[in-house]
């Protein structure tokens, strides 16, 4: 029995083209992989409704969902199933023979990966696909969640690439396919941008807004995050489940640190570069393979500046269920607390602008981490504002607008005893009060009076002079 074909289909048009032209040789052998959630299944189930592959294969069409299958064994037994077959101890011959006979055949393996990935099933189901595409009248199309195709396949040519995100203009059309146009474009995208364009995400969220309206939705996103759209019935449907199934696949298993590492970038959406990943000095064990298992997994990504980066909807399940513990922050945190010292240290020199061009590519990695030790009783809280301060600073010098951080720092300084935190901090700030909302201005210039007396610093004492 066929699956039904996709309701709405958008976004994946140039993909589909692609395939089809692959259809142009006689026995085509093709891998649609990505991200769980990006619309592997969707695309593979147009394509077996398409007009051209009705035509090609008429009733020769089937489309196995291997999620089930825990062998080869089970794999074949799913394939004989569909072919009408008695079920049997291994199948594997039979149903090799049967796809044999008689006429093209189209055989699509969804969610391969399920029976693929563990180590003890990988080699037996890598030499059944041999053999399935030794059947000269046989095309096969596998879906698998990651970005490793299975070896021992002569995968025709050019090979597909992974699925990305869905561009804006078409996430609109499939959000509005479902939940009509009768929102807010803004609030559309708002809600857009939670998904970073996944067809399962705005899947969901279209059928949350449809019932509750796009600024419900938006609030219940600032409390609820990913379980807003995790209420599916099954695995296809339930966001949540499907990130779980890629975190619980014997490749993230085996390299049990990549929970860590994707743990920490789920704070970090400017994403990581190799040399940052090296250099922060993390409390993980073999990280570059760590990073390798998320790449295979497509839990993660690299971006055009071959950073290390995690899509939304994961970013908020990994810092809801799984955040990352503070030896995996505090390493990071000194590394950026040293770039932001440099900066301020050689802020004019030729030198800065490597520190300008460092601190850019992190600027909302940088927030996140002083965020987080800014609350009474953490123990780089005083770091944290100094962070701050320096932050303040280059914000000043490259023209950004305001830091959410700032109204933080002014609601914990009368609770720190830290003067050589607090000075330089109120000094900046008074020179930013274009910019920033300063609550009884002159009451703080007299504190800070106050706390430079302790300090014998001329360089900023000048600093404060000139800013008030």
């Excluded at 994946?12 to 692609?18: C, F, G, P, Q, T």
């Excluded at 796809?99 to 003890?120: F, H, M, Q, R, Y």
Aim: glycine share 4%; aromatic share 6%.
């Amino acid at each position: 029995m066929l699956p039904a074909e996709p309701k709405i289909f958008h976004g994946r048009e140039s993909e589909l083209a692609d395939i089809l032209k692959h259809f142009e040789q006689s026995t085509p052998r093709i891998a649609i992989l990505g991200a769980g959630g990006m619309g592997k299944t969707s695309l593979a189930q147009a394509v077996i409704h398409h007009e051209e592959i009705v035509i090609k294969y008429q009733g020769n069409r089937l489309f196995v969902a291997c999620d089930t299958a825990a062998s080869k064994a089970e794999l074949a037994g799913l394939i004989g199933a569909h072919l009408g077959m008695e079920p049997g101890k291994d199948l594997t011959r039979a149903v090799l023979d049967r796809l044999s006979e008689g006429s093209p055949t189209l055989l699509i393996l969804d969610n391969l990966e399920t029976v693929w990935e563990p180590a003890e099933s990988r080699k037996e189901v890598e030499e059944f696909l041999s053999l399935l595409t030794d059947i000269t009248n046989l095309a096969l199309m596998i879906t698998m969640r990651g970005a490793e195709r299975p070896s021992k396949v002569q995968w025709t040519r050019p090979f597909l690439p992974s699925l990305e995100p869905l561009a804006q203009e078409a996430a609109r059309k499939v959000f509005i396919a479902i939940a009509e146009d009768r929102h807010p474009m803004e609030e559309i995208d708002q809600v857009l941008s939670l998904t970073d364009n996944m067809p399962l995400s705005i899947n969901l969220l279209a059928h949350a807004v449809d019932v509750e309206g796009t600024t419900a939705i938006l609030l219940r996103w600032q409390r609820e995050h990913t379980s807003v759209i995790s209420e599916g019935y099954d695995r296809r449907s339930n966001l949540e489940s499907s990130i779980l199934l890629s975190l619980e696949s014997p490749r993230i298993m085996s390299t049990p640190y990549s929970k860590a590492l994707l743990s920490l970038l789920s704070i970090l959406p400017d994403g990581l570069s190799d040399a940052e990943l090296k250099q922060s000095k993390f409390a993980i064990q073999d990280i570059l393979d760590c990073k390798r298992a998320l790449l295979h997994t497509a839990l993660a990504y690299t971006d055009d500046h071959k950073r290390l980066k995690v899509l939304v909807p994961i970013r908020e399940y990994m810092a809801k269920f799984r955040p990352p513990t503070e030896e995996m922050i505090g390493p990071l945190f000194k590394h950026f607390q040293e770039l932001l010292q440099v900066y301020f240290v050689d802020r004019g020199k030729q030198s800065s602008a490597l520190y300008v061009e460092r601190l850019t590519s992190n600027y909302t990695n940088i927030q996140n981490i002083i965020q987080n030790g800014l609350y009474l009783g953490h123990p780089d809280l005083a770091d944290s504002i100094s962070c701050t301060s320096h932050l303040l600073l280059f914000n000043s010098n490259i023209g950004k607008g305001p830091i959410p951080l700032v109204d933080k720092v002014i609601t914990l300084l009368p609770f720190s005893e830290d003067h050589r935190a607090k000075a330089p901090f109120t000094v900046w700030l008074l020179g930013n009060s274009r910019t920033y909302s300063i609550p009884h201005p002159e009451a703080l210039i007299a504190q800070t009076l106050e706390w430079l007396k302790t300090l014998d610093d001329p360089d900023l004492e000048g600093m404060f002079t000139f800013s008030v």
